[in-house]
């Protein structure tokens, strides 16, 4: 419990250390979004507002006003209003692809990483994250899809069953089972993108094949440090909306931008904080510093960025 | 379309059929004793003048039938034995010799019209319909009582379409007409074999529903028999009488049905038999379970007590409270408001999930629908259950034909609803009211109307509506929305009256939508064809929309005119325009920025008006329908214009739709990098 305590406070003082990386993604997932939901506000305005019939949906939100406004010709297709936030929603993803090397590598290090080294590892890291994300998908895609085909036949074995709530139940078990595999398998790709920064590598399946003997032999440690930040960002989520219910009036919505956007950069924080707890795992468990013959050339990344030789000693098998 | 009898599971052959009946004979309860032998000579009528399950001293309805059942349900096949004596007495002033009988069940069969006008509608429900989910009703013999055994000259008859595969009517001719005002008995043995509930009746794991379970003879109406198909879409039609059940069934099983309990006497080989009876209803449905949980309440009707039984599931039961409360609070409103309602006894059945069996009536016991997760905040099973019991008057005593005239059972029962639960629950928040989100009904009822406004007209019959949507939009939505803004034009309290005349006059009868729409003009004491001709015949759309709104200083063409609020005098032009070809007289209300507020009239005749003003104000906004009681406007977006646009409303639902793409982005990244 005290390592878990330990790791998880690790991960907590790196991303209080690096706040600015968790300020920039927030502004790029709130600046992707808004691009994506410009079309759907582009379509309210001229229908909302000069209407007095829109104050139903502002002081309050009556559902069936709702419901017509969406029926409205005006607002074309169905999805057309709000399809273009998918697309919106990937880019956000690739570029959290695009610069988390330069951000795990800054969680590595002590001193605050300068920009060039910053977008230099990024470059260089490039491929081999996305080679990750195939070695990822590889694995994940058919665990996943037996999980789930598992869940579903567990459940409608459940249906036919006289207690009504024995499907609910089964299902809850088994989407919990899905989650903790998931989370297993995030936690291994999550150290092997910490290892493919910090080593260098380029044969990512080699950091692929370090981090799963690692987060195997600590399954316990660093599932149950995950966790517990996975169940802070459900209670931050919970709790966030009913701070926005409770706390900010129907008609306020600079007071809903201000507390939806609190919502979403703590929970965006969370996944940095599991980041980060990952991060100093690889720190005290599998960095080997290059000590007894260091390379000729400079070492792959510049020393200020790495920790310092001997500071954790490396117990790689 | 006239085919001959086969047996729906394949029999046919005389032999077989013989030695069935022999059987069947074994396995059954003795049969109903007829009460005369020959149907000619029997008396005036048979139909007993029995009051048990009514708090009245004397028949409420003109009794033209009476049913003498016994039957035995299997719960481990799902099948009954049954055998019928129905009493008809002749009441249609002429003689008659052609008898039509529903046999319902047999719609669950793969080439019935109900599956094949479901299939076509694209219906899910029978995605994955199996062999062993179809339903029957054989009929094993057909007797008349006087007259001998007619059961080879029973057929099938498809009155509506040429579907000859469609078993659900058959029909009989006799030897000899039955004369007027005297009666006839059908001796009927039938065998059912339950469906998998896909609509309404049959069996889910180990719960039953029995509804539309028994040959039911057609109604003589408006000159003709009135027999139809079941289709995918229509309900039902029959006549009013008295029933006398006997059902024998396990032990182990909670039973529940149409009107009073008499007896239950418990048999040594497992199962009991319990008996019911029922007076002035007009069908007759029961249910099983070996799970129910049983509320038992009371309730002191304007007639004499009510007994309510409440059937639960377990898992539901803590929300046996909320069912109890809304079927009393029902209960007093409409009795308050339409008269009272004379049985001794209405049950509440709380269907098997996913049985397909929920939000259903039959007279004095209707099925609900919840979840065992419903939020308190949530009103759907209050909704079902206002609903269902809503039916007990505009079905269940005012009886109207549901197949041809759809709309007024489910519509008018659909306005008192809304009335019933805004009484209730809060006009904006009698559907949903949680989280600070909230519906009310009758918005909900215009939105399900709007987008199909323009398809169907009401007096279309149920089952020549172009879609599923079109049938429930019109006959539900549509009808609350036009007696809804028919209390805009006549008042809520003069409709109100005309509701309660209505019921008043029609009950244990078989109205026609004429009785219904006359009696609203002699109460009104107004001519409302205009109206009835757009809204409930014809297929127009009411749709007023605010065109214009202008304001500008009337001493503009000054050089250098300075503008003083309250000073300077403004030349304002406000156009209303009638977007649609449905005309109604509206009210509009201008608002101007010293506070002012005025009300202009229009009848809506010509395709647009305007307004005019020189006032030292400008023109803050306009409102069409300021009162919002023209619920059938089919946008009320574009029925006010304010001068100066407000953007929050909009920003504030790009905000959500913000959050929302957010949140949607961090979840895809949280998993895959």
Same mark, same amino acid.
């Given at each position: 419990?005290?390592?878990?305590?330990?790791?998880?406070?690790?991960?907590?003082?790196?991303?209080?250390?690096?706040?600015?990386?968790?300020?920039?993604?927030?502004?790029?997932?709130?600046?992707?979004?808004?691009?994506?939901?410009?079309?759907?506000?582009?379509r309210?305005?001229?229908?909302?507002?000069?209407?007095?019939?829109?104050?139903?949906?502002?002081?309050?939100?009556?559902?069936?006003?709702?419901?017509?406004?969406?029926?409205?010709?005006?607002?074309g297709?169905?999805?057309?209003?709000?399809?273009?936030?998918?697309?919106?929603?990937?880019?956000?993803?690739?570029?959290?692809?695009?610069?988390?090397?330069?951000v795990?590598?800054?969680?590595?290090?002590?001193?605050?990483?300068?920009?060039?080294?910053?977008?230099?590892?990024?470059?260089?890291?490039?491929?081999?994250?996305?080679?990750?994300?195939?070695?990822?998908?590889?694995?994940?895609?058919?665990?996943?899809?037996?999980?789930?085909?598992?869940?579903?036949?567990?459940?409608?074995?459940?249906?036919?069953?006289?207690?009504?709530?024995?499907?609910?139940?089964?299902?809850?078990?088994?989407?919990?089972l899905?989650?903790?595999?998931?989370?297993?398998?995030?936690?291994?790709?999550?150290l092997?993108?910490?290892?493919?920064?910090?080593?260098?590598?380029?044969?990512?399946?080699?950091?692929?094949?370090?981090?799963?003997?690692?987060?195997?032999?600590?399954?316990?440690?660093?599932?149950?440090?995950?966790?517990?930040?996975?169940?802070?960002?459900?209670?931050?989520?919970?709790?966030?909306?009913?701070?926005?219910?409770?706390?900010?009036?129907?008609?306020?919505?600079?007071?809903?931008?201000?507390?939806?956007?609190?919502?979403?950069i703590?929970?965006?924080?969370?996944?940095?904080?599991?980041?980060?707890?990952?991060?100093?795992?690889?720190?005290?468990?599998?960095?080997?510093?290059?000590?007894?013959?260091?390379?000729?050339?400079?070492?792959?990344?510049?020393?200020?960025?790495?920790?310092?030789?001997?500071?954790?000693?490396?117990?790689?098998? | 379309?006239?085919?001959?009898?086969?047996?729906?599971?394949?029999?046919?052959?005389?032999?077989?059929?013989?030695?069935?009946?022999?059987?069947?004979?074994?396995?059954?309860?003795?049969?109903?004793?007829?009460?005369s032998?020959?149907?000619?000579?029997?008396?005036?009528?048979l139909?007993?003048?029995?009051?048990?399950?009514?708090?009245?001293?004397?028949?409420?309805?003109?009794?033209?039938?009476?049913?003498?059942?016994?039957?035995?349900?299997?719960?481990?096949?799902?099948?009954?034995?049954?055998?019928?004596?129905?009493?008809?007495?002749?009441?249609? @002033?002429?003689?008659?010799?052609?008898?039509?009988?529903?046999?319902?069940?047999?719609?669950?069969?793969?080439?019935?019209?109900?599956?094949?006008?479901?299939?076509?509608?694209?219906?899910?429900?029978?995605?994955?319909?199996?062999?062993?989910?179809?339903?029957?009703?054989?009929?094993?013999?057909?007797?008349?009582?006087?007259?001998?055994?007619?059961?080879?000259?029973?057929?099938?008859?498809?009155?509506?379409?040429?579907?000859?595969?469609?078993?659900?009517?058959?029909?009989?001719?006799?030897?000899?007409?039955?004369?007027?005002?005297?009666?006839?008995?059908?001796?009927?043995?039938?065998?059912?074999?339950?469906?998998?509930?896909?609509?309404?009746?049959?069996?889910?794991?180990?719960?039953?529903?029995a509804g539309?379970?028994?040959?039911?003879?057609?109604?003589?109406?408006?000159?003709?028999?009135?027999c139809?198909?079941?289709?995918?879409?229509?309900?039902?039609?029959?006549d009013?009488?008295?029933?006398?059940?006997?059902?024998?069934?396990?032990?182990?099983?909670?039973?529940?049905?149409?009107?009073?309990?008499?007896?239950?006497v418990?048999?040594?080989?497992?199962?009991?038999?319990?008996?019911?009876?029922?007076?002035?209803?007009?069908?007759?449905?029961?249910?099983?379970?070996?799970?129910?949980?049983? @509320?038992?309440?009371?309730?002191?009707?304007?007639?004499?007590?009510?007994?309510?039984h409440?059937?639960?599931?377990?898992?539901?039961?803590?929300?046996?409270a909320?069912?109890?409360?809304?079927?009393?609070?029902?209960?007093?409103?409409?009795?308050?408001?339409?008269?009272?309602?004379?049985?001794?006894?209405?049950?509440l059945?709380?269907?098997?999930?996913?049985?397909?069996?929920?939000?259903?009536?039959?007279p004095?016991?209707?099925?609900?629908?919840t979840?065992?997760?419903?939020?308190?905040?949530?009103?759907?099973?209050e909704?079902?259950?206002?609903?269902e019991?809503?039916?007990?008057?505009?079905?269940?005593?005012?009886?109207?034909?549901?197949?041809?005239?759809?709309?007024?059972?489910?519509?008018i029962?659909?306005?008192?609803?809304?009335?019933?639960?805004d009484?209730?629950?809060?006009?904006?928040?009698?559907?949903?009211?949680?989280?600070?989100?909230?519906?009310?009904?009758?918005?909900?009822?215009?939105?399900?109307?709007?987008g199909?406004?323009?398809?169907?007209?009401?007096?279309?019959?149920?089952?020549?509506?172009?879609?599923?949507?079109?049938?429930?939009?019109?006959?539900?939505g549509?009808?609350?929305?036009?007696?809804?803004?028919?209390?805009?034009?006549?008042?809520?309290?003069?409709?109100?009256?005309?509701?309660?005349?209505?019921?008043?006059?029609?009950?244990?009868?078989?109205?026609?939508?004429?009785?219904?729409?006359?009696?609203?003009?002699?109460?009104?004491?107004?001519?409302?064809?205009?109206?009835?001709?757009?809204?409930?015949?014809?297929?127009?759309?009411?749709?007023?929309?605010?065109?214009?709104?202008?304001?500008?200083?009337?001493?503009?063409?000054?050089?250098?005119?300075?503008?003083?609020k309250?000073?300077?005098?403004?030349?304002?032009?406000?156009?209303?325009?009638?977007?649609?070809?449905?005309?109604?007289?509206?009210?509009?209300?201008?608002?101007?920025?010293?506070?002012?507020?005025?009300?202009?009239?229009?009848? @809506?005749?010509?395709?647009?008006?305007?307004?005019?003003?020189?006032?030292?104000?400008?023109?803050?906004?306009?409102?069409?329908?300021?009162?919002?009681?023209?619920?059938?406007?089919?946008?009320?977006?574009?029925?006010?214009?304010?001068?100066?646009?407000?953007?929050?409303?909009?920003?504030?639902?790009?905000?959500?739709?913000q959050?929302?793409?957010?949140?949607?982005?961090?979840?895809?990244?949280?998993?895959?990098?």
């Open positions: 419990m005290n390592e878990h305590r330990n790791l998880i406070a690790s991960g907590l003082a790196i991303v209080r250390r690096h706040k600015r990386y968790l300020v920039w993604l927030w502004l790029l997932n709130l600046a992707l979004a808004f691009l994506g939901v410009a079309g759907l506000g582009n309210l305005h001229p229908i909302l507002d000069h209407s007095r019939y829109a104050d139903k949906l502002l002081h309050g939100f009556d559902a069936a006003v709702y419901l017509e406004l969406v029926a409205r010709p005006e607002m297709p169905e999805t057309a209003s709000t399809a273009p936030a998918v697309p919106f929603a990937f880019l956000f993803f690739l570029l959290t692809l695009l610069f988390l090397p330069g795990l590598l800054a969680y590595t290090g002590e001193h605050r990483l300068p920009r060039e080294a910053f977008f230099r590892v990024c470059e260089r890291s490039l491929w081999r994250f996305i080679r990750l994300i195939f070695f990822f998908a590889i694995i994940a895609v058919p665990v996943v899809a037996a999980l789930f085909s598992l869940h579903h036949a567990l459940v409608k074995a459940a249906e036919k069953d006289m207690n009504e709530l024995l499907p609910f139940y089964t299902m809850i078990a088994t989407l919990g899905i989650a903790l595999v998931m989370t297993f398998l995030r936690i291994w790709f999550d092997a993108e910490v290892d493919v920064v910090l080593r260098d590598q380029n044969m990512v399946r080699k950091s692929v094949a370090s981090a799963w003997r690692h987060s195997w032999r600590s399954l316990g440690r660093l599932l149950g440090s995950y966790m517990v930040i996975a169940a802070a960002a459900c209670l931050v989520l919970v709790i966030g909306i009913w701070v926005w219910h409770v706390v900010v009036p129907p008609a306020n919505v600079v007071g809903a931008f201000v507390v939806s956007q609190a919502i979403l703590a929970l965006l924080g969370m996944r940095f904080w599991q980041r980060a707890s990952a991060a100093a795992f690889y720190m005290r468990e599998m960095f080997v510093p290059s000590v007894a013959n260091p390379p000729a050339s400079a070492p792959p990344l510049s020393p200020p960025d790495l920790p310092s030789p001997g500071r954790e000693l490396a117990r790689e098998s | 379309m006239m085919t001959d009898l086969s047996l729906p599971n394949g029999g046919g052959m005389v032999i077989k059929r013989l030695l069935f009946l022999v059987l069947l004979g074994h396995a059954l309860p003795a049969p109903p004793q007829a009460k032998t020959a149907a000619t000579a029997a008396g005036a009528s139909i007993p003048v029995t009051t048990l399950a009514i708090n009245s001293p004397a028949p409420l309805s003109q009794r033209v039938v009476a049913y003498d059942i016994e039957a035995k349900y299997d719960a481990k096949t799902h099948t009954l034995d049954g055998r019928e004596l129905l009493t008809y007495h002749n009441l249609t @002033g002429q003689p008659l010799d052609r008898f039509p009988f529903h046999l319902y069940l047999n719609a669950f069969q793969p080439t019935s019209t109900f599956v094949r006008e479901t299939k076509a509608l694209g219906d899910e429900r029978l995605a994955k319909w199996k062999p062993e989910f179809w339903g029957a009703d054989e009929i094993k013999s057909f007797e008349v009582v006087g007259v001998g055994d007619l059961t080879s000259k029973l057929h099938f008859i498809q009155p509506d379409d040429d579907n000859v595969d469609d078993k659900t009517v058959a029909e009989v001719v006799l030897p000899n007409a039955i004369p007027p005002g005297q009666s006839v008995q059908f001796k009927i043995a039938f065998h059912d074999q339950f469906p998998e509930t896909v609509a309404r009746t049959g069996y889910k794991r180990d719960f039953v529903l539309q379970w028994f040959p039911k003879v057609g109604v003589w109406w408006q000159g003709a028999w009135n139809h198909q079941f289709h995918t879409t229509t309900e039902f039609f029959a009013f009488g008295v029933y006398d059940v006997k059902l024998t069934v396990p032990q182990y099983e909670v039973l529940g049905a149409t009107g009073i309990e008499l007896s239950s418990h048999h040594s080989d497992g199962t009991r038999t319990e008996t019911y009876h029922a007076d002035d209803v007009h069908d007759f449905a029961w249910t099983a379970s070996p799970r129910f949980k049983v @509320g038992e309440h009371g309730y002191a009707g304007a007639m004499g007590p009510i007994k309510l409440i059937l639960m599931q377990p898992a539901h039961w803590r929300q046996e909320r069912h109890a409360r809304i079927l009393k609070e029902s209960l007093d409103r409409f009795e308050r408001w339409y008269g009272p309602y004379p049985y001794k006894t209405l049950t059945v709380d269907p098997e999930p996913g049985s397909e069996a929920g939000g259903m009536e039959y004095t016991f209707i099925t609900g629908g979840t065992w997760w419903m939020p308190s905040g949530l009103y759907l099973p909704l079902v259950v206002e609903h019991f809503g039916h007990q008057y505009w079905y269940g005593m005012v009886a109207t034909n549901e197949f041809e005239d759809a709309w007024m059972d489910e519509g029962n659909s306005y008192t609803e809304v009335k019933v639960l009484s209730i629950l809060g006009r904006d928040t009698s559907v949903l009211n949680l989280l600070g989100v909230t519906a009310g009904d009758r918005e909900l009822q215009r939105y399900e109307y709007i199909v406004a323009d398809l169907d007209p009401l007096s279309r019959k149920a089952w020549q509506y172009a879609s599923f949507g079109s049938y429930g939009g019109v006959t539900y549509k009808t609350a929305s036009l007696l809804l803004t028919l209390e805009s034009v006549i008042g809520e309290a003069t409709m109100q009256n005309a509701m309660r005349v209505y019921f008043t006059r029609y009950r244990f009868t078989h109205p026609t939508p004429e009785d219904f729409l006359r009696t609203i003009e002699e109460v009104s004491g107004k001519n409302l064809r205009w109206y009835f001709n757009q809204a409930v015949y014809g297929t127009q759309v009411l749709d007023y929309e605010v065109l214009r709104l202008d304001s500008w200083p009337a001493n503009w063409y000054e050089k250098q005119a300075s503008e003083k309250g000073e300077t005098s403004y030349d304002s032009v406000v156009m209303i325009h009638r977007k649609e070809d449905f005309v109604f007289p509206v009210e509009v209300e201008v608002r101007f920025d010293n506070g002012e507020k005025l009300r202009e009239h229009w009848d @809506g005749q010509d395709r647009w008006v305007k307004f005019s003003y020189r006032k030292k104000a400008k023109v803050e906004s306009v409102e069409i329908d300021p009162d919002h009681r023209i619920q059938l406007d089919r946008n009320d977006f574009n029925n006010s214009w304010t001068a100066q646009p407000k953007p929050s409303p909009a920003r504030k639902l790009a905000n959500y739709w959050f929302a793409s957010q949140l949607l982005a961090q979840c895809l990244t949280w998993w895959l990098v």
